[in-house]
């Protein structure tokens, strides 16, 4: 046992022709030594048995009693599968080890068992494990913890969710002390800020870093539908052919795509070419656990050819059979390419397999960039961003339910979670005032005032109603209000389906068909928070879209894009179509640099068009597009609507722009900044999530959950209060600072307009060129996606290239 591994674990690996790789032998010696560590490996070689070998050789050593080993990882998906896979292992040493998982899909009976005593290992997810941590009994059951591991480490941190798992891990930090954490990542791109969130005390000096390089070089290819290639659209559905071909050439293909939507019209573009009839199963967030489980157990089980998936399965999942990834539509960033890759093959000494299937000629140039950037080896990724208030009050509530606290021992326990590390005792004073008393603003509503401190200044729940209600809304994710689908009527109803938002059921009448969960379904009607249907139906079908379902493209991603459209020796590896279209775009206009901006000026239908080329993703668009327009109705340019995509910014307006250097100064982001979010609904919407995450407002009440619209009323008059008479609340410190970092991207933003200062490009032409021509073709379009839009946008996409590309 020189190298810390007792002989049955050498002969179990030899067993199955492993030789226990260095990485995860170093995993080992740092557990012994009481140190946390960062552990970043290629998929497939063997980071997740690296997490859990300390576990597993105690247990061997010794017995355990109560909760050893946790392991927390961002999706439910992975518990089920980390669970079946830890089977193997346990059952062979014959390990007296228990495990268990409690996910928001686990069943009432296990969550009863488990709170009479928690298995020696659990699985579980952060929104669980804050849960947990709100048991009065929690200090007994997780005194006892030895290990942490944290999967995906990278998908949590500089997230909310992230923020909420930083607090827990803080507070496991004070529970048990002695216990020591694990991160695993295989696209790692902010190596020091993810040992600090893995590190005991929020600093990378307290995480080793343990690296596994090497491991075969990813295989990636470009695959164009057959005919012609879209000038728009994002769904991909030209490639089913060829997805189809190349899926019945493999043993088992997932299809990725990008949003629930496309998942559910690629799935059923594939079905009606199927003719040979191959098991080809849909899979995504929406659909009812247990059809999602079903799925993930047909696929370890090689019963299927394919999974058509979102980023559900896009995290860890271990299926060793999975000949090959098939992308569709810009995959937005490497690291998740890579992540995504990850997921063919998974073993090590064998290259992964990838297909991407662009949906439109944007996306050719950014999946030829995603490439370059796999193969040079690059990563990408936002940097983690500081904590939000909004997560630490939920969390300080949380810890009142376990037990009573002092606010001086809190605050430095919250500073050691890396995202409050910078946390000022202001801050965290105002949090807990509003926790306790709702703010100054609110403090004379009783329903408002959640906890109170004893004549020791301990800070106490204040009653049982209050705790029942915090735990049946702990968590940071809030979607937009969800609404039940199922089969057949009444109150017994028939076959669960999934959920929808309740936004795409209100557009729905009675006799309306909708693609939902693979199937072709009629709208029958809403019943309480149900939606009723039945298999069947005739005329174009809906498609459910989701809001925040699409993917930001990366910075890193944008800067590739710009180089290779400013570097024409770098187009021999575009296709044909993509090349002469950049061709006649720089002999009729000009191509975007990569320290510039391009800006066309085109009339078209009496309207003016400016085209900026700012490459800087959606949310940058939207917001330069808000100000931009501002500034141009000031002018007197008469802006009359715009348009954002990830590429590019469209504004039409009824007289030819001017002024550019004045429309495009950095100084927007000042005072028109503050005026427009002032004044447009962005805070007002951007505060409704931070009060459902603080507790202000709550979504679940015994025996009724909320709708959106009521949850909108009560924020509404709230916010409204709050900036007349409380304008430095917490609740709105914390809500421009998300504005600022997600919804409107400002950093981006700044970056982009510092870096183009002096370099303005402007091109006034006599008709649209042909790279605005994508864009042009966003102007107008519904959110709620059909078959027979994407023929009628294609259509119109015909008419525009013939203009730009004619001589």
């Known amino acids: 046992m020189q190298d810390g591994l007792p002989a049955r674990f050498h002969a179990w690996f030899a067993a199955r022709g492993w030789t226990p790789r260095a990485f995860q032998l170093a995993v080992l010696?740092?557990?012994?030594?009481?140190?946390?560590?960062?552990?970043?490996a290629p998929t497939g070689g063997g980071k997740t048995l690296a997490g859990f070998l300390p576990t597993l050789v105690d247990a061997a050593a010794a017995p355990p009693h109560g909760l050893v080993s946790l392991y927390v990882s961002p999706l439910k998906a992975l518990a089920t599968d980390i669970a079946r896979g830890l089977e193997a292992p346990i059952t062979a040493l014959d390990l007296p080890l228990t495990l268990g998982s409690r996910t928001g899909d686990t069943a009432a009976r296990e969550r009863a068992a488990q709170r009479a005593a928690l298995p020696n290992l659990l699985l579980t997810t952060p929104e669980s494990l804050s849960l947990l941590l709100s048991d009065p009994e929690a200090a007994a059951k997780f005194a006892g913890l030895r290990h942490i591991v944290i999967d995906e480490v990278h998908a949590l941190a500089g997230t909310k969710r992230g923020d909420q798992l930083a607090l827990c891990l803080a507070r496991l930090g004070s529970l048990a002390p002695a216990s020591v954490r694990v991160g695993l990542s295989a696209t790692a791109a902010h190596i020091p800020a993810l040992r600090a969130f893995i590190?005991?005390?929020?600093?990378p000096d307290g995480t080793d870093l343990i690296e596994s390089r090497g491991g075969a070089a990813p295989e990636i290819s470009l695959m164009l539908p057959e005919g012609r290639l879209p000038w728009g659209g994002h769904m991909g559905l030209d490639g089913a052919p060829e997805i189809l071909a190349r899926i019945a050439a493999a043993r088992l293909t997932i299809v990725f795509v990008n949003t629930r939507a496309q998942a559910e019209l690629m799935f059923q573009a594939l079905w009606r070419l199927n003719e040979a009839?191959?098991?080809?199963?849909?899979?995504?967030?929406?659909?009812?656990?247990?059809?999602?489980?079903?799925?993930?157990?047909?696929?370890?089980?090689?019963?299927?050819r394919a999974v058509v998936a979102t980023a559900s399965l896009d995290l860890g999942l271990d299926w060793g059979d999975v000949d090959q990834v098939i992308q569709v539509g810009a995959p937005k960033g490497v690291s998740r390419l890579l992540q995504r890759i990850g997921r063919a093959n998974h073993r090590l000494d064998q290259p992964s397999r990838a297909i991407l299937v662009p949906a439109n000629r944007f996306e050719v140039l950014e999946c030829e960039a995603a490439m370059a950037g796999v193969a040079a080896g690059d990563l990408d990724g936002e940097a983690p961003r500081p904590g939000g208030l909004d997560v630490l009050a939920q969390h300080l509530l949380t810890l009142a339910l376990s037990a009573p606290f002092l606010p001086d021992d809190v605050f430095n326990e919250v500073?050691?979670?890396a995202p409050y590390a910078a946390l000022t005792r202001r801050?965290?004073?105002?949090?807990l005032d509003f926790v306790e008393t709702g703010g100054y603003a609110l403090s004379g509503y009783e329903r408002y005032r959640k906890l109170f401190r004893d004549s020791e200044g301990r800070v106490h729940v204040r009653d049982a109603r209050t705790a029942r209600l915090h735990r049946m809304n702990i968590g940071t994710i809030v979607e937009a209000p969800l609404l039940k689908v199922r089969l057949g009527r009444g109150r017994g109803g028939g076959l669960v389906l999934g959920e929808v938002e309740a936004y795409f059921a209100n557009m729905l009448r009675p006799g309306d068909t909708f693609l939902f969960a693979g199937r072709l379904l009629r709208f029958r009607g809403l019943r309480e928070n149900w939606v009723e249907a039945e298999d069947g139906g005739t005329g174009e079908p809906r498609v459910p879209a989701y809001a925040g379902g699409r993917l930001p493209l990366s910075t890193y991603l944008a800067a590739r894009v710009r180089a290779i459209l400013h570097d024409p020796a770098s187009w021999h590896v575009l296709p044909a179509r993509v090349r002469d279209w950049l061709a006649v775009q720089a002999a009729r206009s000009a191509m975007p640099g990569p320290d510039d901006l391009l800006i066309e000026i085109f009339p078209r239908g009496g309207r003016y068009y400016l085209i900026a080329y700012a490459f800087e993703g959606r949310n940058a668009h939207q917001t330069l597009g808000m100000l931009l327009t501002r500034r141009m109705e000031r002018l007197g340019q008469m802006?009359?609507?715009?348009?954002?995509?990830?590429y590019v910014l469209g504004v039409w307006s009824a007289r030819p722009p001017d002024q550019f250097d004045t429309l495009f100064d950095q100084d927007m982001l000042g005072d028109d900044l503050e005026a427009w979010m002032a004044e447009s609904s962005l805070l007002r919407r951007g505060f409704r999530q931070v009060a459902v995450i603080a507790g202000l407002v709550q979504r679940d009440l015994p025996g009724l959950r909320r709708n959106g619209r009521q949850v909108s009323i009560n924020t509404d008059l709230i916010y409204d209060v709050l900036r007349r008479h409380q304008p430095d609340h917490v609740l709105l410190r914390a809500t421009r600072a998300d504005a600022a970092a997600g919804l409107t991207d400002i950093g981006r933003l700044a970056a982009m307009l510092s870096r183009v200062r002096g370099n303005l490009r402007v091109?006034?032409?006599?008709r649209v060129s042909p790279l605005a021509v994508p864009v042009l073709l966003e102007v107008g379009k519904e959110s709620v996606r059909t078959e027979a839009s994407e023929?009628?946008?294609?259509?119109?996409?015909?008419?525009?290239?013939?203009e730009a590309m004619a001589p």
């Open 199 to 203: 590190g005991p005390d929020g600093t």
């Open 427 to 431: 801050d965290f004073d105002d949090v």
């Open 415 to 417: 500073r050691r979670a």
């Open 277 to 304: 009839t191959l098991p080809i199963a849909l899979h995504h967030g929406s659909l009812e656990p247990d059809l999602r489980r079903r799925v993930e157990a047909a696929m370890a089980e090689g019963r299927l």
């Open 791 to 802: 023929e009628a946008l294609l259509a119109e996409a015909e008419a525009l290239a013939a």
């Open 639 to 646: 802006p009359l609507g715009f348009v954002a995509t990830d």
């Open 763 to 766: 091109v006034r032409l006599d």
């Open 29 to 40: 010696t740092a557990c012994r030594a009481g140190r946390s560590c960062l552990v970043i």
